[in-house]
């Protein structure tokens, strides 16, 4: 796997400076070990949005039924707000639909928009590793805490979110990665608004 990779990266340092030549790609393996994790982060998001789906309706009829509401309802579905949150954020970096300012990519020359490309990337790479530490604090120090409806140990609730976390710093980091080998990919002006008149 390492030798596949230093044959990648040689490949395509050499071939770095051609104008005009096919789009590169990262190795086969890296591709399909981003789509795995990327199935398993929306499998978890998708289920902890139909979980909140699932739990408003239940609290709209618990407000017309003559039974007494169950206020653990209301409390899994905050809880499946922030994991969807947070799951899914390595995924908007990956599909490169996180916040961004596109100004920069509308400047002539591709050097200046690689160089800011990298840096922001890094830069979502370092929040994403203070992330990961403050969250692997908050389930070392609030695992003795518990939800007051469930009763769910509050260390889960940082566990199910350091998973994005995670995934941010990794997933940033490869974007770096390719940026600064590959290039950075021509803008697409399908947003734009063109004047006709």
Excluded at 155 to 167: D, K, T
Aim: with cysteine; glycine share 8%.
């Amino acid at each position: 796997m390492l030798s596949s990779l230093r044959k990648f990266l040689t490949v395509t340092v050499e071939a770095a400076g051609t104008e005009g030549s096919t789009p590169r790609r990262p190795p086969a393996w890296v591709v399909r070990i981003g789509r795995v994790l990327t199935a398993i982060e929306l499998t978890i998001g998708v289920a902890a949005l139909l979980l909140i789906f699932g739990l408003v309706l239940l609290q709209a009829a618990q407000r017309y039924l003559p039974i007494d509401g169950w206020p653990w309802t209301g409390e899994l579905a905050r809880f499946c707000l922030v994991w969807l949150t947070f799951v899914v954020a390595g995924v908007l970096v990956t599909n490169d639909s996180h916040i961004s300012i596109e100004l920069i990519d509308m400047v002539p020359g591709t050097v200046v928009r690689r160089g800011v490309r990298v840096l922001s990337c890094l830069i979502v790479a370092v929040i994403g590793v203070g992330l990961c530490v403050e969250a692997l604090e908050l389930m070392r120090t609030q695992g003795v805490l518990k939800s007051p409806a469930m009763q769910m140990p509050m260390s889960w609730l940082y566990a199910i979110s350091l998973i994005g976390f995670v995934s941010v710093v990794a997933r940033s980091l490869i974007a770096a990665a390719q940026y600064a080998v590959l290039g950075v990919p021509e803008p697409t002006y399908d947003d734009v608004e063109v004047p006709t008149a």
